[in-house]
């Protein structure tokens, strides 16, 4: 059910790098979840990646090059979406300062993050999502990615919609605002770091006993599940828009095809 809307908003769905090439069924969710929302999608064929990698490691001329890509293809539309807090911040926050002091393309850069989202946050403070289409019998438990927590204060809103899925049981990890130790370039700069901050999580995992994990971040579930794996844990790994949407067919994150979650 979605609030009182007389027209069907025109969604761009911005798919993201890790989701394209790693993770298809996750924008397959995403775009279930956002027709569940009465939303029209369109994915535009035209993006590329967002700039996040080359912004982080201070290549402004090329992360400027792709943002003016991506404004260029998600013109037109009402809204444009993503299942990842990271890209979203890039795309609402840091695209504005990639272009400050050039009026034209600043104000360009500005009109375009207004209309930015990452998912979840859309579907609960935009569509007023209150039902979805996923089942789960079990104890799940999320995540908070950095970027969507800290930058866009997403984490009530995966809450409540996992609050809405049949049979599932949401617990809560003893340091939940903790980061994974992923933080992109940060794992590749610093990977002794990045392991310790990780074994640290999913020691909180183990703790808390869900019977999976779950985030709106696919960098740090890709980060998680591998460390969880080479630790021998049995605990399986999913984007939340899998479960929401019910898109359950593929395997866990680093997991064969057959495993039971």
């Known amino acids: 059910m979605t609030r009182g809307d007389t027209k069907r908003p025109r969604v761009a769905l911005f798919v993201t790098c890790l989701v394209d090439l790693m993770r298809p069924s996750v924008g397959f969710a995403a775009a279930r979840l956002l027709e569940a929302a009465g939303c029209e999608v369109i994915v535009p064929v035209a993006q590329t990646c967002c700039g996040q990698p080359a912004y982080n490691s201070g290549d402004e001329a090329s992360a400027r090059a792709l943002a003016l890509n991506t404004i260029a293809a998600c013109e037109g539309f009402d809204y444009v979406v993503a ?27 500005r009109a375009f993050a207004e209309r930015v989202y990452e998912l979840t946050s859309f579907l609960v403070d935009v569509r007023g999502l209150a039902s979805v289409p996923g089942a789960f019998a079990g104890r799940v438990a999320c995540h908070d990615g950095c970027s969507g927590l800290r930058e866009l204060g997403v984490a009530r809103q995966p809450r409540a919609l996992l609050e809405a899925v049949e049979g599932l049981e949401l617990v809560e990890l003893g340091d939940e605002q903790a980061c994974c130790g992923f933080g992109g370039l940060f794992s590749i700069k610093y990977p002794d770091i990045s392991n310790a901050i ?6 909180a995992i183990d703790a808390a006993a869900p019977a999976l994990v779950v985030a709106g971040e696919l960098g740090c579930l890709m980060h998680l599940a591998g460390k969880m794996k080479r630790d021998g844990s049995v605990v399986p790994c999913r984007h939340i828009a899998e479960v929401l949407a019910g898109e359950m067919s593929a395997p866990a994150i680093a997991q064969a095809r057959g495993h039971r979650r």
């Open 198 to 203: 990780a074994a640290r999580k999913t020691a």
């Open 83 to 109: 299942p990842s807090g990271s890209c979203a911040a890039v795309l609402k926050l840091h695209y504005p300062r990639l272009f400050a002091g050039n009026a034209t393309l600043e104000g360009r850069a």
